[in-house]
Structures are given as structure tokens and as C-alpha cells.
């Protein structure tokens, strides 16, 4: 039988996750490597804990990014009980685990780990966002008529005639034309999709759209 020998990197992280790390002296990892690990714990804890919220997945990215944002930046709410409590969580880590490997780094590097994760969130997010307004568009009777107006605002979009903004309101009116439709909570949840624009660079977003509503929705068209 061969043998596979595990990195004691791969093995901490092993430990780390069945909260196992208690007492393990700092220089058996780098600040890099606890960064990086956390900031993967976070991320994987959230996409598995997905299934249990009562948002669209996007909407989540959206609120998980909020709850982070008003965590950076303050030394008080970085090193919080309450903070290190609902991080823990999001990573699916024991609180005294994560709490140690939290106390390693230093504030800056706390900052940046937070930082990564808002970034990953809002990536999955805003493709998972166009990726269902596209699906709609294509799939369900009830807007499939108006697609054509979709495609024609998201071109207008790209070549700058219009706003993101403008774009995000032509789209809304696709699928909830009425004041009364837009008292609806998927109506909210639209424009938490909407506002993780805020979190991505343009380059991104541009593509997003360009790959959902020009491609995937426009060559659908008759």
C-alpha cells in the first residue's frame, strides 16, 4: 500500500477545520498561510450554507457582504466577540479554533482578509445574478415575450449610451412593470443582485453581462 505524505500546511488545515489547533505555536504557519485559509473557510462555509438562507444566492452575497463591510477598517469591531462569533460561523470552525488563528494576524491583515472574501462573494453573486435573469428570460413564458427589450438595453448599456443604473431599471420593469409588483420581496432581492456592481471591477461586470444577456439571452432571439 503506498503511503501519502501530508504537508504539515495540509495537515493544519486538516486539524484546523475539526478544531484540533489549540496550542500549536505561531511559527508552524505563516501569516499568509492563516490568511489564505480563512479566507477559503469563509467562502466554502458560506456557498455551503447557502441552502438554509432565505435569500437568493445573490441577495445573500449582497447582505453577507454588508455585515462584513461594517466589520473593516474599526480595530474595536475587528477584535469583537460578536465579530470573531458570526465569522466562526461563516466558516463552519469551532469559535476557540478560529478565535486563535484570528489572534494571529494583525489587524491590517484581518483587513485584508475580509477584503478577499467581500471580493469572492460578489463575484459568485453578481454571475450567479445575470446568470438568473437570463434563465428567465429564456425559459419562463411570462417574460420570454420581453427579452428582446432586455438585450437591447444591456447593448445599450456596452456602448455606454446608457447608465448601470438605467439598465438595472429597464430590466425590473421586464419582470415586476407595476408599482404593485415592486411591493414584492423577489423586487428587493433584484436590486441586492443589482448592488453588487458596487464589488466588482467594470471589466468584470461588462463581461457578465455581455456572456448572460447578449449572449445567452440574444441568440435566443428569433
Known sequence: M???LISPKALFLKMAHKGQVMGMSDQEMTADDIMDYLESAMVNGWLEGLSGSDFPPWADAYEQ???????????????DEDTIDHLSRLSDMDYDTFKEMWDML????????????????????????????????????????????VVEAAKDYLNK???????????????????????STAYDDFWRGAGLADYVDNDTLNETIKKYLIEKVGHRLP
Open 2 to 4: 503506498a503511503v501519502t
Open 65 to 79: 457582504i454588508q455585515m462584513l463591510e461594517d466589520m473593516e477598517g474599526d480595530d474595536d469591531i475587528l477584535n
Open 106 to 149: 494583525t489587524n491590517e491583515q484581518k483587513n485584508e482578509v475580509l477584503e478577499s472574501v467581500i471580493d469572492e462573494l460578489a463575484l459568485y453573486g453578481i454571475d450567479w445574478f445575470f446568470n438568473d435573469i437570463a434563465y428567465d428570460l429564456v425559459y419562463n413564458e411570462k417574460y420570454n415575450k420581453d427579452a428582446g427589450k
Open 161 to 183: 449610451r446608457i447608465s448601470y443604473n438605467e439598465l438595472m431599471n429597464r430590466i425590473a420593469d421586464v419582470f415586476w412593470p407595476t408599482e404593485e409588483d415592486k411591493k
